[in-house]
């Protein structure tokens, strides 16, 4: 049995793509009979509801603890000594903070998606699409274990399961009934009521399914639109994100973690690029076919209810890009994460 930690932050403004992928291997982890404890900035399970619903202890921190000691000396009161590995998932922490880590663990793990700052671990996982090994030559260590690209995506074994199911949904000439929104669950700046009116604006005969953050800024001003607007629900805090995207024959998202998902289920999808280090996973994806992504880092696109109502009423496109979206990511890669863990 190891004695894993986990180092990651949510909050309105990073949202909770860091909590959500690192919950799906923490899982895994905790299937597989490993002891799992979360260390995160207080407010973290206010932001990612599915952390507070356990199956682990979260030690909270004051502060984003960039140094790396406070987060240190909780995991060696925790378990009164050194665990086994230190899993790290935050743009804020590097190498200062991860060489402090290893006097709390046996070995170091990063996750990264930026490849823009040096690393003290012994294995690093980037799931970025195109992303190769090079890109972090000169980051790490010699030795250090590089694994890159879709096939390590961290989601959770649902998706991977209801994969056949979406495959029999995505055929030619399929209808589209249903429109999934899943801008994140903070929400940043209300945009998921601006999408949802922008796609009701454009007019496309379809059901709407919107999924939000308790804490969402939209949240009022959908609910009230809900009841006003006859095949558009809103679904909180939801543990069936899954299922929706199995439903949903197109999908209106922000261009994060849950794009693996997306393509996980061959979801067609409209991606919406919300920040920096969304763009080129999104770029790449575009020009593969995958999705139409669209840039949002300075408003709603003004081409968005055009472009969800032209996907919409073409079928042979939207088969074209469930059909190479599905070969991006097959959903197994939690257990190719896992397998490269117990070699440490």
């Known amino acids: 049995m190891m004695r894993v930690a986990f180092r990651c932050d949510a909050s309105p403004a990073i949202g909770g793509g860091h909590v959500m992928r690192c919950l799906a291997l923490g899982r895994a982890l905790r299937k597989r009979g490993h002891d799992v404890v979360f260390v995160c900035m207080t407010g973290t399970t206010a932001t990612v509801r599915a952390l507070e619903q356990g199956p682990f202890s979260v030690l909270a921190l004051e502060n984003a603890d960039v140094a790396g000691d406070a987060t240190a000396a909780v995991i060696?009161?925790?378990?009164?000594?050194?665990?086994?590995?230190?899993?790290?998932?935050?743009?804020?922490?590097?190498?200062?903070?991860?060489?402090r880590f290893r006097g709390a663990a046996r070995r170091v793990v990063a996750i990264d998606d930026l490849a823009d700052r040096r690393h003290d671990c012994d294995l690093i996982l980037d799931q970025t699409y195109g992303r190769w090994a090079g890109a972090y030559k000169g980051l790490i260590s010699d030795d250090c274990v590089v694994l890159t690209g879709t096939c390590y995506a961290l989601l959770r074994p649902e998706f991977a399961q209801a994969r056949p199911q979406a495959i029999r949904r995505r055929f030619p000439g399929a209808p589209c009934n249903r429109i999934l929104v899943t801008m994140g669950l903070t929400d940043v700046g209300g945009i998921s009521e601006q999408v949802v009116r922008a796609i009701i604006r454009g007019g496309t005969a379809a059901d709407i399914d919107v999924v939000v953050g308790r804490q969402a800024p939209s949240l009022p001003a959908l609910i009230d639109l809900?009841?006003?607007?006859?095949?558009?629900?809103?679904?909180?805090?939801?543990?069936?994100?899954?299922?929706?995207?199995?439903?949903?024959?197109?999908?209106?998202?922000?261009?994060?973690?849950?794009?693996?998902?997306?393509?996980?289920?061959?979801?067609?999808?409209?991606?919406?690029?919300?920040?920096d280090n969304q763009r080129l996973a999104a770029q790449m994806l575009d020009a593969a076919g995958c999705c139409l992504a669209l840039d949002a880092r300075t408003g709603l696109p003004p081409d968005l209810a055009t472009a969800v109502a032209d996907l919409a009423g073409d079928p042979a496109r939207r088969y074209a890009m469930a059909t190479r979206a599905l070969k991006i990511c097959d959903g197994l890669g939690v257990e190719r994460v896992l397998d490269a863990l117990a070699s440490l």
């Open 226 to 275: 809900c009841r006003r607007t006859p095949g558009l629900q809103v679904h909180i805090d939801t543990n069936e994100l899954c299922r929706l995207m199995v439903d949903a024959d197109i999908a209106v998202g922000g261009a994060g973690s849950t794009m693996w998902e997306r393509c996980c289920l061959g979801l067609p999808t409209v991606a919406l690029i919300l920040a």
């Open 76 to 99: 060696e009161t925790y378990w009164t000594g050194r665990g086994d590995l230190v899993v790290v998932d935050s743009y804020a922490l590097g190498a200062a903070a991860e060489t």
